[in-house]
C-alpha cells in the first residue's frame, strides 16, 4: 500500500527516468517544489519498501513494482488532466487539480472517467451537446435543441462546417 506522497514521488521519479534514464535528488527536489534532505529520506523509505533502486550519491530509478505504481498514477493523472480541459479548465489548474484528484478517485469512477475522456476525444467531430456545453460555460444559457429537429439549432452550421478529424 502506498501513501499520496509515495505516488507523488514515484511518478516524478517515472516522470524523470523517461527523459534521462535516473533521477536525482535535485531533480525530484525541484518538480516537488521540496528539500533535498526530504527527497534523500524519502528515497531511502521508497528503497526499503522495494520502490526504488537507490545508492547514496547516485540516481534513482524504479523497480518493477515501483514503475507499475508510477505508471498507473500517471495514467490517471494524464486521463483527469484531459477532462478537466475538455471542461474548459485552464492547463495549469487542471494539471494542480489532477494531481489532488488522482490519489481520491475511486477505481470504478476513473474507469468510467477514462471512457468518457478516450469517446470524447475519439469522436468524428464535435457533438451538439458539447456545442451547447461549451456554450452554456460561457454564457450561463441552456440551448435546448432535438436531434429531431437538428436543421433548428444553432450550431448545426458551425457543427457540419468543421472538418472531421483523422484518425
Known sequence: MTTDRNEDYLEAIYTMTKKKG?????????????????VTEMFKKLADDGFVNYERYSGVTLTDKGKA????????????????????????????????????????????????VDFVKGAEEESHWFAHYRHYVETGERIQCKPSKDHECPFQKELSSKPKKKS
Open 69 to 116: 505504481i508510477a505508471k498507473a498514477v500517471r495514467a490517471k493523472h494524464d486521463t483527469l488532466r484531459e477532462l478537466l480541459i475538455i471542461f474548459g479548465i485552464d492547463e495549469n489548474i487542471a494539471e494542480e487539480d489532477a494531481c489532488k484528484i488522482e490519489h481520491t478517485v475511486n477505481p470504478e469512477t476513473m474507469d468510467r472517467l477514462t471512457k468518457f
Open 22 to 38: 535516473y533521477a536525482k535528488v535535485r531533480d525530484i527536489s525541484q518538480i516537488l517544489s521540496v528539500g533535498p534532505p526530504s
